[in-house]
């Protein structure tokens, strides 16, 4: 099992609870539905043992047809955040570090050329969409509402239909804006 994402998925849920113990932070975590089902997805497609696999993919999909949330994404590195659940959509080739996520939202497939690949430190803002084979850099915003069908360069703020950039971003201004 892959502790190794699943460690910093609920540390940095909890950065701002630093005093609880482990054992807490797991069962509250496991109590929020987006990640519970999260943990169920990462559960199924870690464990080297099938039956492990399967189990866990059967209360994965269970979860995932109840509150709407669908990851498609092996390659997903640790840190996930996503405040609220509510159809959320994550299909892409990769995702790297400290994806920060709102409801609503789709990354997938144009079905033309393919499936993102996001960077380290994105925040995608509610009700956006980010479609095709692109690439999404470090230190992305995705503000609300956006449609985002082009490469982003790493450090920009992105908004719009089709989004583009509206400014240039510092590499902490996401932990600015989350306080975290
Ligand atoms: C992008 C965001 C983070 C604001 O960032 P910011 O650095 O404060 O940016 P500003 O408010 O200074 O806006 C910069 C420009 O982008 C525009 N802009 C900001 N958000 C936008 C959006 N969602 N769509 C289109 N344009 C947007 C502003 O109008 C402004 O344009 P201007 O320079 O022509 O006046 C914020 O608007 C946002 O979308 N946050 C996501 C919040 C969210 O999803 N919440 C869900 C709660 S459940």
Same mark, same amino acid.
Request: proline share 4%.
């Given at each position: ?12 849920? !909890?950065?701002? !609870? ?48 109840? !509150? ?22 994550? @299909? ?9 996520? !709102? ?57 719009? @239909? ?19």
């Amino acid at each position: 099992m892959s502790w190794d994402v699943l460690k910093p998925d609920i540390n940095r849920r !909890f950065i701002k !609870f630093k005093d609880k113990s482990f054992y807490w932070k797991v069962k509250y975590y496991l109590s929020r539905p987006q990640y519970r089902t999260l943990f169920y997805y990462r559960c199924s497609i870690s464990f080297k043992a099938k039956y492990f696999r399967v189990f866990f993919r059967k209360l994965y999909q269970i979860n995932s047809e109840k !509150f709407g949330l669908e990851i498609i994404t092996h390659k997903m590195g640790g840190g996930v955040i996503m405040p609220h659940f509510g159809r959320i959509v994550i @299909n892409a080739e990769e995702v790297g570090n400290n994806l920060y996520i !709102f409801h609503n939202v789709t990354i997938g497939n144009d079905y033309k050329t393919g499936r993102p690949t996001i960077g380290n430190n994105v925040f995608v803002g509610v009700n956006s969409v980010i479609i095709g084979k692109i690439a999404i850099g470090d230190n992305v915003v995705v503000a609300a509402s956006s449609c985002v069908i082009n490469n982003i360069p790493p450090n920009s703020l992105v908004a719009g @239909n089709p989004a583009k950039v509206i400014k240039k971003i510092n590499s902490d201004y996401i932990t600015n804006m989350l306080g975290y």
